[in-house]
């Protein structure tokens, strides 16, 4: 769990839905060992470890990506604030509207993309 945000490991269940939506197949026990994938659909091969294998890592890489932005969602300012700085920003006042910003580069900078 991340910020309140639960992160968890990509495994064959997300791989078969990302691949073959509309096949119909369940797994058993452990999601993450292909002998517990039980293959129902008649209409399509069941794919092979491999294939579901590469598929899990390209997930697994698109999630871990995109981690930053779990992190950082939590610690933004709230938008009321963005608001009220920008109400003020066209009254001329630009001072809440530089602390805002301030909050939110403190947030990217303790959560940068990539890492």
């Known amino acids: 769990m991340i910020n309140?945000?639960?992160v968890r490991k990509i495994d064959l269940s997300d791989a078969l839905l990302s691949l073959y939506p509309s096949a119909v197949w369940k797994v058993i026990n452990d999601p993450s060992d292909y002998k517990n994938?039980?293959?129902e659909d008649e209409n399509i091969t069941k794919?092979?470890?491999?294939?579901?294998?590469?598929?899990m890592m390209r997930l697994q890489v698109i999630q871990d990506s995109e981690l930053y932005r779990f992190r950082r969602e939590p610690e933004y300012p709230p938008l009321a604030e963005f608001?009220?700085?920008?109400?003020?920003a066209q009254k001329g006042d630009n001072t809440k509207m530089n602390d805002y910003v301030a909050k939110c580069?403190?947030?990217?900078?303790?959560?940068?993309?990539?890492?």
């Open 4 to 6: 309140n945000v639960f």
């Open 37 to 39: 994938v039980i293959w």
């Open 47 to 55: 794919p092979s470890e491999s294939v579901l294998k590469s598929e």
């Open 83 to 88: 608001a009220d700085a920008y109400y003020w």
């Open 105 to 115: 580069d403190a947030v990217k900078e303790k959560y940068p993309k990539g890492e």
